[in-house]
């Protein structure tokens, strides 16, 4: 059985790596649903997949994600997590007042304040959205914040995932992404 997603690391796992690299490609397009512990992370998995082929195809997998968390959060609604990977699946389907409004429902129910792990998990999930979208600002004020406290998202993994590629070029993240800055962690 195959993972990729969890609630508790949804929006920061190293699914890129598996995607984006093209010896792996064709592994991942042959995996079916069975073969996963969890059916959202088989539907985000294949359309980033698409997404990162610039293949069509990734609608179908993202409604179908969709639907599913639709029906998560409506049964368990203040699981932080179910809202968060909704508004990541609604920014990439061009829903964003739906996408913000889950992605900063999750971080409400969840901050970071109040649980560090899943907390700083459901706020990348916001930047996430927020860059899809188009807030750019607002996406790189988040990791910001997220380089700044001990977290699993620091300036090579920004730089290195490619799917933070809308935000590069902009002179706030290149700031934040650039060689010789020192990690808090590591001061």
Do not use: C
Not at 84 to 104: M, T
Not at 111 to 132: C, D, F, H, Q
């Amino acid at each position: 059985m195959v993972g990729t997603s969890s609630t508790a690391g949804y929006a920061y796992r190293p699914s890129w790596l598996l995607t984006t690299d093209s010896a792996v490609q064709p592994l991942v397009e042959q995996l079916s649903l069975p073969e996963f512990v969890d059916s959202v992370g088989y539907y985000t998995l294949k359309a980033e997949l698409r997404q990162m082929q610039h293949r069509p195809g990734d609608r179908v997998y993202l409604d179908s994600a969709r639907t599913l968390l639709e029906t998560q959060v409506r049964s368990q609604p203040t699981e932080a997590s179910y809202h968060g990977q909704l508004g990541l699946v609604y920014a990439y389907l061009g829903r964003s007042a739906d996408a913000v409004r889950e992605g900063e429902t999750a971080v409400r129910l969840l901050p970071v304040s109040k649980e560090a792990y899943r907390g700083v998990n459901l706020l990348t999930g916001l930047a996430r959205i927020y860059m899809v979208v188009g807030r750019k600002a607002d996406a790189i004020e988040k990791l910001e914040y997220l380089v700044s406290v001990p977290s699993y998202v620091s300036p090579a993994s920004l730089k290195a995932d490619p799917r933070w590629a809308p935000l590069r070029g902009d002179p706030a993240f290149e700031r934040l992404v650039a060689p010789g800055r020192k990690s808090p962690v590591s001061r």
